[in-house]
């Protein structure tokens, strides 16, 4: 799967992916809102039963992604995030969205690949068709209640640290 990041940009993104025969194909991908309108809210239970909401981050960058256990990427985004939570955590929330996954399963994986970031669970979907959500590597990053940035596929720790520095100097 290709990476597609838009940030700062007020249009419908393509996302570009690599089909069976490693073509690339560019293909439209309807995202929550645009670039610089306000981030949808939400309140969701994290795995300890918390409500979570994300008016509560009000005053910090939120990187915020959608995942399920059966996707290896997304679980690789979840996980670049671990690095970062201590460097960043006064000035940034990383939250991670699971997509319908009964939450046994999500608390096996979490363990298993000890994740840290604020792992909420989307029993229902509501949140993950809030922000138009069409493949669960979706990371949103969020400043000031704003969607500033739009991650489609894998990111790494350094990509994703990046586009937090980019925010901060904003």
Request: overall charge neutral.
């Amino acid at each position: 799967l290709g990476l597609l990041f838009v940030l700062g940009s007020r249009h419908t993104p393509l996302v570009t992916v690599n089909n069976k025969n490693s073509q690339q194909v560019n293909t439209p991908f309807e995202v929550a809102g645009e670039i610089d309108t306000p981030a949808p809210e939400f309140s969701l239970h994290d795995i300890s039963g918390a409500t979570v909401s994300l008016s509560q981050f009000h005053g910090k960058t939120v990187v915020l992604t959608f995942w399920n256990v059966q996707c290896a990427d997304c679980i690789s985004v979840v996980k670049a995030f671990n690095p970062l939570i201590a460097q960043n955590s006064q000035s940034t929330a990383f939250i991670a969205i699971n997509s319908g996954d009964e939450q046994s399963a999500v608390e096996k994986l979490v363990s298993r690949e000890g994740l840290k970031s604020q792992i909420l669970i989307d029993f229902d979907k509501k949140v993950t068709t809030l922000y138009k959500v069409g493949t669960t590597t979706s990371t949103y990053f969020i400043r000031s209640n704003k969607i500033a940035g739009i991650g489609l596929g894998t990111l790494s720790t350094s990509q994703i640290a990046s586009r937090i520095e980019k925010l901060a100097v904003q």
